[in-house]
């Protein structure tokens, strides 16, 4: 998620005449025609055209459990409690939903559990026909990774290029650039400060799959402004695509279980050299380009790739 631009307001502010007709076409282009805004994440690497969903062979989940870890370290600036309360919270935005209305009775019994265990790895990862451990850690050294300076977090899922299964998931949170804070749910901070559940909401909804929408207030709208609480709880837009993925019933008879795809570990896994199709993007943070590029270099096309969301 990245910090909201104000550049537009001001630009309004100088030439009133001009740009009034400018920003009626900025506000027809944000709301599209269709009722269906949400987006889903794709085996695609290549960025959708504004107000419209990527190409490609949509990420989801084929299994109803999975699990995830916090890093070690935590926040720089929050208690270890309460960064686990908050993604708890987040994520149980999603897991709670009540598809009612939307589709047919029930809920999506999609279930993201938050292991007791600390991450030991600090970095994205994922190790074909090998233990895996989705991180969730906060960064240090955001510049070193080479991510947009300004973004709140970048979501990485990882996939298969042929099915678009999601494998594993990786959510690395900018402390280089951001300061995280538990803000007043009735006012938000004023200070600067970034509220974590409201990016975590919305990472959450990388985490099952779903890509960005240009509706402004939905949880999974691409930007917010740094103390905005108001993406904690989702708006019907998010509702309806999670709903229209995991449908109630989606799951019926899949047994829960959580443990992570090549079985479980806290590290981040060494790189199986042998192979060759773990040699992209295992641990680095390499473009989403070229790691495409690498992919179809080693003819490994269709083992599985990362897609990156920077929100
Ligand atoms: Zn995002």
């Known amino acids: 998620m990245r910090p909201e631009r ?55 989940w084929h299994r109803p459990c999975s699990r995830y870890n916090i890093f070690a370290d935590g926040s720089r600036t929050l208690p270890l409690a309460t960064v686990r309360t908050i993604f708890e919270t987040s994520f149980s935005q999603w897991e709670s939903i009540d598809c009612t209305g939307v589709t047919v009775d029930g809920m999506p019994n999609l279930e993201a559990h938050l292991s007791a265990s600390a991450s030991q790895c600090d970095a994205s990862a994922y190790v074909t026909g090998g233990a895996n451990v989705s991180t969730i850690v906060f960064v240090q050294d955001w510049a070193a990774r080479d991510y947009d300076s300004s973004a709140y977090a970048v979501t990485t899922v990882w996939h298969s290029t042929r099915t678009g299964e999601i494998y594993d998931v990786d959510m690395e949170i900018n402390e280089d650039g951001h300061t995280y804070a538990d803000c007043p749910a009735a006012t938000g901070c004023a200070d600067g400060r970034v509220d974590l559940q409201n990016v975590i909401t919305h990472e959450a909804g990388h985490y099952f799959g779903l890509a960005h929408t240009p509706i402004t207030t939905a949880a999974m709208f691409a930007s917010s402004v740094a103390g905005e609480v108001g993406k904690r709880t989702l708006k019907p837009d998010d509702v309806e695509g999670f709903c229209t993925v995991y449908p109630p019933g989606h799951f019926d008879g899949v047994a829960c279980n959580d443990t992570p795809r090549g079985g479980a570990t806290l590290t981040c896994g ?42």
Do not use: K
């Open 6 to 60: 104000r550049l537009a307001v001001r630009a309004l502010r100088a030439a009133p005449g001009v740009l009034a007709a400018f920003a009626a076409l900025l506000i027809a282009l944000a709301v599209p025609p269709s009722a269906r805004a949400w987006c889903r994440m794709t085996t695609s690497q290549l960025p959708a055209p504004f107000g419209m969903c990527p190409t490609g062979i949509p990420l989801e």
């Open 270 to 311: 060494a790189v199986d050299e042998g192979c060759g199709c773990s040699a992209v993007g295992a641990g680095t943070s390499t473009s989403a380009l070229v790691g495409f590029a690498l992919l179809a270099l080693t003819g490994v096309v269709g083992a599985r790739r990362r897609t990156r969301r920077a929100v």
